[in-house]
């Protein structure tokens, strides 16, 4: 089949399926595009006579940044469960490292995202080609090369005749769950409209098979004699649970043995909060109940989880000498983390397996009256009545009292995420979506609109902090020209609450974190900016509310999810509310030396803090 590079890109792309479960669907069900002079004669004219031939079906959309469009596939693809995503295609140049940030994001996360960037010239004749890094000791590198340690499979097409090998490369490590993330293939610009003889089955219909791996028994039965013996095990669900589908795994692995299960950011949600064996987030900030439980464990099992630092508190979470790990996860590296009984396998396959291999041994339950006394806390967080500014914790309990079973709450950055793990109530596993393997501020609306697009029957809440906001609010433009809804709850609180507040913690006196005008201590100390960030909604297409107090905020709520478009509610909030403690840590390293006796005074509390670390050999 005569076709140039970038038409056989999308005929392949629009051939290809996952299937899991019995379960068939599409592995990339379109492509957000930005053009220029690097991709729109190319991939571009692919896109548009796909569109107007119908030979391909593989839907188009426009973004507003390539950074965020990563953001939004990254978005579509955890809705997904990593069984479909979508493509990216950027301009060479800076369009193409504008996605560098969405591909760490990808594969920090485990998420599939297929970029295509484009390139300088293959044939060189024109070079040095607009927006080219030359390098003078080699003709071959380009911006592009940034993006190999991001991408979990990276190559760069020089000749037609090596697309085909590119694909399948590609679709194998995107729907491949332990090895899959961002996914970059480089396209020069002069090969993406060049024609080539392709052989006809590279387009035919293709079923990516997505594996569950099996536990090997040797080593459930080496783990089941570990968690046997133990007399206060924790289980630890993580997102691996959730991309899984093991929640009904996990129930019965809960329930039969008693065992409290805490979840990390990526896992909550596996189990519902009000499950009898939650003990809710774990770590920095996860709940006190579940830190205790931590605290004294003599067995943890991860399930499909990478043990972050927030989920082990830098490692100060788990203080039993004695502590043992024994890890469920399809990834290998991830297994064998803090010197675990590894069981490489598929979060379903190896918690059934393990539950067999115990026989029916229970452990305790007496720490349910502790979680009951902490949702207690929860209750008073969340109607804690502050004034005159509400608390983040108040619009927290409101959006979660506004939320359906099935809705989403979508976060990535600020003092949210820790708020969020410690006291949201997730009732499904497909709830809470806060990214908190990059954490990157201006993944929220983005994110959310590739959320939305991969399930339009949820309602999408993106919760928003002024910082992220002003990083990234642009795909609002987007989301409106597609006609998709979300509720973006605006939370202004001028500045940067969660760093001012870690930044007093650290000795350096919130230095930098608030938004107000230049002071006479030539300092950001003056009053605050005259900045409307509402405003600023409406003016990108936005039906915008604006609220003042918890019962405005309540009302807009409901009126932004009876409306039928975007609509931004927006909201000014304390930055110094209080917060229920975790009883937890952070590893954040304070200066050894200082003038300063602040700092001095918080380098005393670290080295204290630093002597419960652990290397857990
Ligand atoms: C892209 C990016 N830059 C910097 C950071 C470091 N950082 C984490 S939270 C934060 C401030 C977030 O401000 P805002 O969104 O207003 O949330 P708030 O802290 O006020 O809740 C910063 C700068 C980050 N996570 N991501
Ligand atoms: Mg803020």
């Known amino acids: 089949m005569r076709l140039t590079v970038g038409q056989a890109v999308v005929r392949f792309l629009a051939s290809q399926w996952t299937e899991r479960d019995g379960v068939e669907q599409r592995a990339v069900a379109g492509c957000f595009g930005i053009f220029g002079h690097g991709n729109v004669a190319g991939l571009g004219q692919a896109l548009l006579q796909a569109q107007r031939t119908g030979e391909a079906d593989l839907p188009y959309h426009l973004a507003r940044n390539e950074q965020a469009m990563v953001h939004a596939a990254a978005g579509y693809a955890r809705m997904k469960n990593r069984l479909s995503t979508m493509a990216c295609t950027a301009s060479i140049g800076p369009g193409s490292t504008n996605m560098l940030t969405g591909a760490a994001l990808a594969t920090v996360n485990r998420l599939p995202v297929l970029l295509f960037p484009s390139d300088i010239f293959a044939t060189r004749v024109a070079a040095p080609v607009l927006q080219e890094l030359e390098d003078p000791s080699s003709y071959d590198v380009s911006v592009n090369d940034a993006f190999r340690p991001l991408s979990r499979f990276f190559d760069r097409v020089w000749r037609p005749e090596q697309l085909p090998a590119a694909l399948l490369g590609a679709m ?79 129930d019965r692995f809960a329930r039969e043995t008693g065992i409290p299960v805490a979840d990390t950011q990526a896992g909550k949600g596996a189990i519902p909060w009000d499950h009898p064996n939650s003990v809710g987030g774990v770590g920095s900030t996860g709940t006190p109940v579940a830190n205790r439980l931590a605290r004294d464990a003599d067995v943890v099992i991860g399930v499909g989880t990478r043990y972050s630092d927030f989920t082990s508190a830098s490692r100060t979470a788990f203080r039993n000498p004695d502590v043992k790990f024994v890890n469920i996860n399809v990834a290998g590296f991830d297994a064998a983390k803090q010197a675990a009984y590894p069981i490489v396998a598929d979060a379903r396959s190896g918690l059934s397996a393990l539950l067999a291999a115990l026989g029916g041994k229970r452990f305790p339950t007496d720490y349910r009256a502790d979680v009951t006394a902490w949702q207690a806390t929860v209750d008073d967080a969340y109607g804690m009545g502050h004034s005159p500014l509400p608390a983040q914790s108040e619009v927290i309990g409101v959006v979660n009292e ?52 991969a399930d339009p029957s949820r309602e999408v809440y993106a919760l928003v902090g002024d910082g992220s906001y002003l990083m990234m609010s642009q795909e609002i433009v987007t989301a409106v020209s597609e006609g998709i809804k979300l509720i973006i709850v605006l939370v202004q609180n001028h500045g940067f609450a969660s760093i001012g507040a870690l930044s007093e913690s650290l000795g350096s006196q919130r230095f930098g974190t608030s938004y107000r005008f230049r002071g006479p201590g030539n300092d950001y100390d003056g009053s605050h900016l005259p900045v409307d960030l509402a405003a600023n909604a409406e003016s990108l297409g936005a039906s915008v509310i604006r609220c003042r107090t918890i019962a405005d905020l309540r009302d807009g709520l409901k009126r932004a999810r009876e409306a039928d478009r975007l609509t931004v509610v927006h909201i000014e909030t304390d930055p110094l509310s209080p917060v229920p403690s975790s009883e937890s840590w952070w590893d954040v390293p304070v200066p050894e030396t200082s003038a300063l006796s602040s700092t001095r005074a918080a380098r005393e509390r670290y080295a204290e803090a630093k002597r419960d670390q652990r290397q857990y050999l």
């Not at 089941?224 to 093991?246: F, M, T």
């Open 402 to 453: 506004a939320c359906g079973a099935r809705d989403v709450v979508v976060q990535a950055a600020g003092s949210m995420p820790g708020d969020l793990q410690l006291l949201w109530r997730a009732r499904d596993p497909k709830q809470y979506h806060v990214e908190y393997g990059y954490s990157c501020m201006g993944f929220e609306i983005a994110g959310a609109l590739g959320i939305k697009m």
């Open 172 to 250: 194998r490590v995107l729907t491949d769950p332990a090895d899959t993330g961002a996914v970059t293939i480089c396209l020069p610009q002069d090969v993406q409209a060049e024609a080539y003889d392709f052989p006809e089955e590279l387009f035919a219909k293709r079923v990516w098979h997505v594996r569950r791996p099996l536990a090997e028994p040797s080593f459930v039965e080496r783990a089941a004699d570990v968690v046997r013996n133990a007399s206060q095990p924790l289980l630890i669900a993580g997102g691996g649970v959730i991309y899984g589908e093991a929640s009904d795994e996990l």
